[in-house]
């Protein structure tokens, strides 16, 4: 029972992280607003983290996972490299419209997890890896490769929030999609054609529900 309870404590700090980074900088959010807004004590904040930072850190980490699992499932049966990494941008971008909150800690925070040895980088790693490995992908290098996603789909990010309706943000998708993928040197226009596809197939039509 006591192991279930501080499992309970955690994950309600982590849900109001989300909610309070989602709607203010995390700069201005305070230790003590944290515990207030949660309802728990001192003691419970301290028991799961060491300070503020250590509960940012894993705001974005719970938030980035599941992002990320979401893209391995959305991409499942793709293989090719360039459709892989617009997949996953519009897949960003679709779940941000989905949940303003967990989109706004991504739009503010998102260039904060690009360590390469954090495990929510493994999917990106393994795409840029991939395609300049099968020379379908020309970027000068792996790092910078995922580095350019990241700000590309933080950019996404922060404007599909400020979209007034889904096609708004499809459009936008659209673009940032091509742009991305004419910048890892695919030709306009194949990068247009993936880019479409990708932002319709995801961002207007949805991301199916997680079987079970």
């Known amino acids: 029972m006591a192991t279930k309870r501080l499992l309970k404590s955690k994950d309600l700090l982590i849900q109001t992280g989300?909610?309070?980074?989602g709607a203010s900088s995390a700069d201005v959010v305070s230790t003590d607003?944290?515990?207030?807004v949660c309802g728990v004590s001192?003691?419970?904040?301290?028991?799961h983290f060491k300070d503020k930072s250590s509960l940012i850190r894993e705001v974005l980490r719970v938030v980035r996972r599941d992002y990320e699992a979401t893209c391995t499932r959305v991409n499942q049966e793709e293989k090719d490299p360039a459709r892989r990494v617009a997949r996953a941008l519009c897949v960003y971008a679709r779940l941000a419209l989905d949940d303003r909150q967990r989109g706004c800690v991504?739009?503010?925070?998102?260039?904060?997890?690009?360590a390469f040895e954090n495990e929510t980088n493994r999917g990106v790693i393994s795409d840029v890896?991939?395609?300049?490995?099968?020379?379908?992908l020309a970027v000068l290098g792996r790092e910078t490769g995922v580095t350019f996603i990241f700000g590309v789909t933080q950019a996404l990010i922060t404007r599909v929030l400020d979209c007034k309706d889904v096609a708004t943000a499809v459009a936008a998708s659209q673009q940032f999609a091509t742009l991305l993928l004419r910048a890892f040197g695919i030709s306009p226009s194949e990068s247009e054609m993936i880019a479409a596809q990708a932002?319709?197939?995801?961002?207007?039509?949805?991301?199916?529900?997680?079987p079970g």
């Not at 991504?106 to 690009?114: G, P, Q």
């Not at 932002?199 to 997680?210: H, L, T």
Request: net charge positive; proline share 2%.
């Open 129 to 136: 890896s991939a395609g300049l490995t099968a020379g379908r």
């Open 42 to 47: 001192k003691q419970t904040f301290y028991n």
């Open 33 to 36: 607003e944290i515990i207030r």
């Open 199 to 210: 932002a319709d197939g995801i961002v207007r039509q949805g991301i199916d529900p997680k």
């Open 106 to 114: 991504l739009a503010r925070m998102l260039m904060e997890d690009l």
């Open 18 to 21: 989300i909610s309070l980074f």
